[in-house]
């Protein structure tokens, strides 16, 4: 079968090529993969992988070998799925990894929903309840921010949307950012909670944003500029604050039931702002590192 695989040694650090088809475990199923999606992380790291590995995490297809020891969906049911090896023509993923999609849900759309999803989920649900609270958002134009937007208003939160610039907002308002700010210098009020996915001098800034006893949630580091915190900058008087790191992605089937579930029902949505061919992985890549796709960037593997 064919796959897109890390070449470490190639100009563009991946390549399309034939490889093995995968064998899965006793507890896999195997996928014919239709679409997958485009992760920051993984594209912005492509050199790091080890020569030759399959890459990509999110996909959704059909399963065409159900798992061995008789859990998960059966031949013919369409899922989504997470894990190693995504991007291939087929792909072996454990049935605690995967979710069916409803009838109702195009699979292009489910396929973006996996990584970003998941963190945008996770992260809320560790924050507890949200609601009437002021959840500022860094980075809301990506794909775990246009995720988190729509999870923070379904959970009862206020939202405060950062965006880069005002294009970069587009279609925020409707998905239930009650403020949208370019950068983070007009806040003038206090936020009860952070998702930062910018990390840099939006990590320090929003530090300050924070109420005392409130929490900062990191979860990435698009900019990948560096934070400087002034001296002294992390005391404050009163109860303390908190930064959070993020990197639970174990066990993701539960959880990517529930995010198919509000897809399928309209609650959310996917926020497909970049699809071809996954030919064209390099398009995707340069338009989604260059800030220029609103939200999830989508390939259709032929
Ligand atoms: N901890 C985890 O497990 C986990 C999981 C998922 C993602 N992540 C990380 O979280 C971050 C966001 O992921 P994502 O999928 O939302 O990425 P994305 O779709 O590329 O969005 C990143 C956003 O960051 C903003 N940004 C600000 N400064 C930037 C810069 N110098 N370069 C690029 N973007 C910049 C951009 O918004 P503007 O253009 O509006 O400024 C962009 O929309 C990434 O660092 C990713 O690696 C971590």
């Known amino acids: 079968m064919k796959a897109l695989i890390a070449a470490p040694d190639s100009p563009r650090g991946f390549q399309l090529a034939e490889v093995p088809e995968p064998v899965p475990a006793p507890?896999?199923?195997?996928?014919?993969?239709?679409?997958?999606?485009?992760?920051?992380?993984?594209?912005?790291?492509?050199?790091?992988?080890?020569?030759?590995?399959?890459?990509?995490?999110?996909?959704?297809?059909?399963?065409?070998?159900?798992?061995?020891?008789?859990?998960?969906?059966?031949?013919?049911?369409?899922?989504?799925a997470f894990g190693a090896g995504a991007w291939g023509q087929r792909a072996a993923f454990g049935t605690d990894s995967v979710a069916a999609v409803p009838p109702s849900l195009d699979l292009a759309e489910a396929a973006a929903l996996p990584l970003t999803g998941i963190t945008a989920l996770r992260t809320l649900r560790a924050a507890g309840s949200v609601l009437g609270r002021r959840v500022l958002i860094t980075g809301a134009s990506g794909g775990v921010g246009r995720m988190a937007v729509q999870l923070a208003r379904l959970g009862g939160a206020h939202v405060i949307a950062s965006v880069g610039s005002p294009e970069r907002a587009e279609g925020l308002r409707d998905l239930g950012a009650d403020e949208i700010v370019t950068g983070l210098d007009d806040i003038d009020t206090p936020v009860d909670l952070v998702l930062d996915n910018v990390g840099g001098n939006h990590l320090v800034t929003a530090w300050n944003l924070l109420r005392p006893g409130e929490t900062l949630q990191s979860i990435g580091w698009a900019s990948q500029e560096p934070a400087t915190f002034p001296p002294n900058s992390i005391f404050a008087l009163g109860a303390a604050k908190t930064l959070r790191s993020f990197g639970d992605i174990s066990n993701p089937g539960p959880d990517l039931a529930t995010l198919t579930d509000l897809a399928a029902r309209g609650t959310i949505t996917a926020q497909v702002g970049w699809r071809g061919p996954w030919t064209n992985l390099e398009d995707a890549i340069t338009a989604l590192l260059g800030r220029r796709v609103l939200g999830k960037a989508v390939l259709d593997i032929e």
């Open 27 to 80: 507890d896999q199923v195997l996928v014919e993969v239709r679409h997958a999606s485009v992760n920051h992380g993984e594209v912005r790291h492509l050199g790091f992988q080890p020569a030759g590995s399959v890459l990509g995490y999110d996909a959704a297809g059909h399963v065409v070998q159900a798992a061995e020891n008789g859990t998960g969906p059966g031949v013919g049911e369409r899922v989504v």
